[in-house]
């Protein structure tokens, strides 16, 4: 870690409900302080064996990866087919696959501000790409109406910065 950051906003009120009358049990503790807290973390993490996946993403190019052996193809990539135990290799796809299921999150998950921000309801799905073998799950931007099994989708790229690198991408309906 190399910073970190602790601010705080301290507010004092006293909080009493309409019914408290002069018999109020609670009296000495009407006094509330409230404390907001923001902390911020930065730190350095490897995307190691994986990188090539959002270096290439950057590029707008969807990789995998491929076993030589048993040929079965990861996506998201895995460097070590987990079939076989043979290392894998690099392999480009068009982009293009098909929803096998998905969810309607009408809360965004917490976790960074690429999600954060997005309006809800989020389409979680889980894609199967053209060419690979194993599911990808990721957002589908698309009218949660209009999603369905079956539906085709297309790997569209982020057009603004990104906090973490998967929201380089995200899927879309494919306009046949
Ligand atoms: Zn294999």
Redesign the pocket.
């Given at each position: 870690m190399d910073t970190r950051n602790v601010t705080s906003l301290i507010e004092r009120k006293t909080v009493l409900p309409k019914w408290a009358g002069a018999n109020d049990p609670w009296a000495a503790f009407r006094q509330v302080e409230v404390i907001t807290l923001e902390l911020t973390q930065s730190y350095k993490h490897s995307l190691g064996k994986y990188s090539r996946f959002f270096i290439e993403l950057e590029n707008r190019r969807f990789f995998g990866t491929q076993?030589?052996?048993?040929?079965?193809v990861y996506t998201p990539p895995r460097p070590l087919?987990?079939?076989?135990?043979?290392i894998?290799a690099w392999q480009e796809l068009p982009g293009t696959g098909t929803v096998q299921t998905f969810s309607v999150m009408h809360f965004p998950a917490l976790v960074n501000d690429d999600v954060r921000d997005m309006k809800t309801p989020i389409i979680l799905a889980y894609v199967l790409p053209d060419g690979g073998s194993t599911l990808f799950p990721h957002v589908l931007k698309a009218p949660p109406d209009s999603v369905h099994i079956g539906m085709r989708v297309r790997v569209a790229y982020a057009e603004s910065p990104v906090q973490h690198p998967i929201h380089l991408m995200y899927f879309v309906p494919l306009e046949e």
């Open positions: 076993c030589p052996t048993c040929h079965r087919c987990p079939n076989c135990l043979t894998t």
